[in-house]
T-cell receptor, first 112, second 116 residues
């Protein structure tokens, strides 16, 4: 089956620190990969995506590279801000359907 | 509407009672999804609608759970005889379609259900 594994949180960083949130997956086919973010009190929203190997998704200073050889899609940001504090979800989609399989989520807390 | 609306935002119920959770998707979105987010867990898929039909109900945890969608719009998730393990945040999302190609999800803010 399909599954997504993320590093457990919370991840606590100081402002301007470098962020990495690990995500690995197993999939029965060739997946598309996504990162979603859930800010406090809000719904999940798409942060970035990549649809094929070696693609890099990027948005709001965040990046993630689709690594087929390591089945990974780690999220990175060079300098986090307090406003980045949120829960981040890695997800995959396989096949022609529109179903997403999500990881467990990683809470990021950025302190001033 | 402008976004996906879920109601109520919070619900506390006694064990054994039935509850109904409502999702109002974005107008024109034909696909609708229900997920459950338990403490420390990821988003667990429950059921998905294309129009008023549910091609995939595989995620419903037991026969106490049911869902319907009417008019290709509003959906109701019903949990009968609630148990404490049903406590979670129930999230609804909608998208333009569900066929070939990816249609981005828009999520609601969720209903936090607490069974006491």
């Amino acid at each position: 089956g399909n599954s997504v594994t993320q590093m457990e949180g919370p991840v606590t960083l100081s402002e301007e620190a470098f962020l990495t949130i690990n995500c690995t997956y197993t999939a029965t086919g060739y997946p598309s990969l996504f990162w979603y973010v859930q800010y406090p009190g809000e719904g999940l929203q798409l942060l970035l995506k990549a649809t094929k190997a070696d693609d890099k998704g990027s948005n709001k200073g965040f990046e993630a590279t689709y690594r087929k050889e390591t089945t990974s899609f780690h999220l990175e940001k060079g300098s986090v801000q307090v406003s980045d504090s949120a829960v981040y979800f890695c997800a995959l989609r396989v096949g022609a359907g529109n179903m997403l399989t999500f990881g467990g989520g990683t809470r990021l807390m950025v302190k001033p | 509407g402008a976004g996906v609306s879920q109601s109520p935002s919070n619900k506390v119920t006694e064990k054994g009672k039935d509850v109904e959770l409502r999702c109002d998707p974005i107008s024109g979105h034909t696909a609708l999804y229900w997920y459950r987010q338990s403490l420390g867990q990821g988003l667990e898929f429950l059921i998905y609608f294309q129009g008023n039909s549910a091609p995939d109900k595989s995620g419903l945890p037991s026969d106490r759970f049911s869902a319907e969608r009417t008019g290709g719009s509003v959906s109701t998730l019903t949990i009968q005889r609630t148990q404490q393990e049903d406590s979670a945040v129930y999230l609804c999302a909608s998208s333009l379609g569900s066929g070939t190609g990816f249609y981005g999800y828009t999520f609601g803010s969720g209903t936090r259900l607490t069974v006491v």
